[in-house]
């Protein structure tokens, strides 16, 4: 049994705010050694379970967040950027399942530092589906045909998990009080809890199917404001919806719907208020 983990910071335990989750900020290094410790409690449940592989992705911001000196010995890491497929990197249709660590809910939705990818982002669909970073990341697994059987984060990631995947295993390590405050388990405690809702989410895999993405998918990206449009719709092959802040593409697949949503997030951040 091969697991592929992608695990983001912003649903860490005990994480509130920007100042843990930005490079630039001052309790951003304390994080990383949190984060580490998280990412290495499931994947020592998932060896002692009888997992033969863990293959895990750095999956926030600039990705190289994961501390390689003190990450399980066994786990392989995939670390830095660029990568083509970002959050999903190295997945592949080897892997039994597929984890979601640290994750938040998406953007506009309550929850601990609540977005969808960037900050320039309001919602994406695929055709008619409003999804956020979670939704695109399940459905890329979906194509490879690996279900997503773990999910851990705040409160309202696992709500939205559990909304999107039926059967999913959830474990909350945190309570949402606002977007930049929480009442948190201790990276301890939360250990114990990751371990039991990871020997529980592998013995109820055969539950859980793969999140299957539309054949010829319909890509439609939402925007803050006309500037964030204007660069997104830049890119070959996109609609500027008029009277909108969306632009559209049409995929020939899931895998280049996922690649159009990066390139497009890429696109938008160019935009400044000056």
Not at 62 to 82: C, Q, S
Not at 88 to 112: I, K
Request: net charge negative; glycine share 6%.
């Amino acid at each position: 049994m091969k697991i592929y983990m992608s695990v983001d910071m912003e649903g860490i335990t005990g994480l509130p705010d920007a100042t843990f989750v930005d490079w630039r900020k001052h309790n951003y290094e304390r994080a990383r050694k949190i984060m580490t410790e998280e990412a290495n409690y499931v994947i020592q449940a998932t060896f002692d379970y009888g997992a033969e592989e863990v293959l895990v992705n750095d999956s926030h911001s600039k990705m190289n967040n994961l501390l390689i000196d003190r990450i399980h010995p066994d786990a392989l890491l995939i670390t830095g950027e660029v990568k083509p497929f970002s959050m999903m990197q190295g997945l592949n249709d080897t892997y039994s399942g597929a984890f979601f660590v640290g994750y938040h809910a998406r953007a506009g939705q309550y929850g601990v530092m609540s977005h969808s990818m960037i900050h320039a982002v309001r919602n994406f669909y695929i055709n008619d589906h409003c999804i956020g970073e979670m939704g695109m990341n399940a459905y890329l697994a979906g194509y490879y045909g690996v279900p997503v059987l773990f999910v851990a984060g705040d409160d309202q990631a696992a709500a939205e998990a559990e909304k999107l995947i039926p059967n999913v295993t959830t474990a909350a390590v945190k309570e949402t009080i606002s977007r930049s405050s929480v009442k948190s388990l201790t990276p301890k405690k939360a250990g114990l809890l990751l371990k039991e809702k990871v020997k529980l989410a592998l013995d109820q895999r055969g539950l859980v199917k793969p999140l299957i993405p539309p054949e010829k998918p319909e890509l439609t990206m939402e925007f803050n404001n006309s500037g964030q449009a204007e660069w997104a719709n830049l890119m070959p092959g996109t609609i500027w919806i008029p009277g909108t802040t969306k632009v559209r593409f049409q995929a020939k697949d899931i895998k280049e719907a996922y690649q159009a949503m990066l390139v497009m997030t890429e696109l938008a951040m160019q935009t400044t208020f000056s």
